[in-house]
């Protein structure tokens, strides 16, 4: 209803004519430039994903107004600077110039963004920096014969004033009191980027901001990068995504770090202290939103399924994108799956396309409406095939693991076998045992498609048992009298059947054939 029908209507009601509020009445105050700047993320590793997005953005719009040739790469260097406590993150986009660069970078919202294709719309994200260090400043040009003009926001001064009560309330006066702007030397520099700095970063736990290896993992995860050359499936992956996606992968560089950060997806899975999981294929999925056209594409990585993954391997859970930026972390579905744990089994990825499926503010999830959640409920049936093969990979190694053991019992019984201390009544049972020992070996074996090489080595131990059955194993108390022979057997025989570990048992009763022996 518009503001003129709601004033039709009230006046019908009241018979009085409702006026509308005069823009002097408005009140635009100082919170606001807090809670769109240190309120905004709760994790400080956000900022990165934040400039880098915008950069991402600027490199396009250096591409379609021919700025920047289209077979060129698109570049981001972040340096950082320990001894200054400052980062710098430098892009070789269309950059901003005149009258651009100022209101661009001093406006709250409003972006220029919006009704694009650009990944970022709402215009506060450039502050994000703000949170965490003392002074955010931005320099730019986008010609070479052009000024490089720097704008400063004073971290420091915000601070204060935020901390004065008797002060104005308006944030307009508040921004010109913190914001300074200048041009400066422009031989040092590109003749088209964007960089912003932020110096005197705050000492958080762990100092993640000043961290190379921090900001990289971060940034392979969540940045438009491509897959490293190493990685088998890369190339597939990108050629699927490319039928729907817009892919201007960024050449980025972190200083500290050797050569260009890539996704981290590699043909193994290095988890923690486990064995490395394999990964065997790649399948691809569509989803068609609520007008039936393709409103999502992903896919997912199949490996070994042996458990949960470790959260280095920066590969844990299905995760979404939209403009190729993650948005939330790897549990941002996992209660869609038939068991929340088998998220984080899972490898792969879903590229949202339909435009009505819109990040939130913060970019920790997306807006909740009605194409979300056809787009969820899509997804049912896949994560349900991801269980299914969580829990047959389950079946099959607890198949292995009983395989393995079964035959290990056997192979000791073997060992008692060939042993021949006891007596023959006793032998002739450890026969029948080893027999029983390897039909529940063969059972196990050809219930388990994957235990082939142990299959083959039940056919071994059955081999092995008919040899020594058949053959006469020689008798390691033959030089004993035949009375003094049978009382040892005997005490063999009791002490593996009072033993709980005839490995233990055979040990000690080799020892004492042994001692008699000599």
């Known amino acids: 209803m518009t503001m003129g029908a709601a004033a039709s209507r009230l006046k019908a009601k009241t018979g009085t004519t409702a006026n509308r509020v005069s823009a002097e009445d408005i009140i635009i105050g100082n919170d606001l430039l807090e809670l769109v700047s240190s309120a905004m993320y709760v994790d400080p590793m956000s900022i990165f994903r934040e400039y880098v997005q915008n950069a991402a953005d600027a490199i396009e719009q250096a591409r379609r107004t021919g700025t920047l040739d289209q077979d060129a790469p698109g570049k981001v260097d972040i340096e950082i600077d320990g001894k200054t406590r400052s980062v710098r993150i430098r892009d070789n986009g269309v950059g901003l110039s005149g009258e651009a660069f100022v209101k661009r970078l001093t406006a709250l919202g409003a972006s220029a963004k919006r009704g694009t294709d650009a990944r970022g719309f709402r215009g506060?994200?450039?502050?994000?920096?703000?949170a965490y260090a003392q002074d955010l400043l931005f320099r730019s040009r986008s010609t070479k014969g052009e000024p490089v003009r720097e704008l400063c926001w004073d971290g420091r001064t915000l601070k204060a004033l935020m901390r004065e009560t008797d002060g104005p309330n308006d944030i307009r006066a508040l921004i010109e009191r913190i914001v300074t702007v200048q041009e400066i030397a422009a031989e040092n520099y590109p003749e088209h980027f964007f960089e912003v700095e932020l110096r005197g970063i705050v000492r958080l736990r762990g100092d993640p901001l000043l961290n190379p290896n921090a900001i990289a993992d971060y940034l392979a995860q969540v940045a438009p990068l491509p897959f490293s050359p190493a990685f088998t499936h890369g190339a597939a992956i990108t050629a699927k995504l490319a039928e729907h996606v817009m892919q201007a992968p960024l050449a980025l560089s972190v200083s500290g770090i050797e050569g260009q950060v890539y996704r981290p997806h590699r043909d193994t899975i290095a988890n923690g202290n486990k064995t490395p999981l394999t990964v065997h294929e790649v399948s691809f999925i569509e989803l068609p939103d609520i007008d039936s056209a393709v409103g999502a594409v992903g896919w997912f990585l199949h490996h070994d399924y042996?458990?949960?993954?470790?959260?280095?391997?920066?590969?844990?859970?299905?995760?979404l994108r939209a403009g190729d930026i993650q948005v939330g972390g790897d549990a941002l579905l996992e209660q869609e799956f038939p068991e929340s744990r088998f998220n984080s089994w899972t490898v792969g990825e879903l590229h949202v396309i339909d435009r009505?499926?819109?990040?939130?503010?913060?970019?920790?999830?997306?807006?909740?409406?009605?194409?979300?959640?056809?787009?969820?409920?899509?997804?049912?049936?896949?994560?349900r095939d991801i269980a299914h093969r969580c829990r047959t990979s389950s079946v099959q190694r607890k198949a292995q693991r009983d395989l393995e053991l079964a035959l290990e019992a056997t192979c000791g019984s073997l060992d008692l076998l060939r042993q021949n201390s006891v007596t023959p009544a006793a032998r002739t049972r450890l026969v029948r045992e080893i027999e029983g020992q390897i039909g529940k070996a063969e059972q196990l074996a050809a219930a388990s498609e994957t235990t082939v090489p142990l299959g083959d080595k039940v056919a071994d131990v059955r081999a092995a048992l008919s040899e020594l059955a058949d053959a006469d194993s020689a008798d390691p108390l033959a030089h004993l009298k035949p009375k003094e022979r049978s009382q040892y057997q005997h005490f063999f025989e009791l002490i593996y059947e009072c033993s709980q570990n005839r490995v233990a048992a055979k040990a000690l009763v080799d020892r004492i054939i042994a001692r008699i022996s000599e």
């Open 124 to 130: 506060v994200g450039r502050l994000a920096g703000l």
């Open 356 to 383: 009505r499926i819109v990040p939130n503010g913060r970019r920790d999830h997306f807006e909740q409406n009605a194409h979300f959640a056809n787009l969820v409920n899509h997804l049912g049936p896949h994560f």
């Open 306 to 319: 042996e458990g949960a993954l470790a959260t280095a391997t920066l590969q844990k859970g299905f995760r």
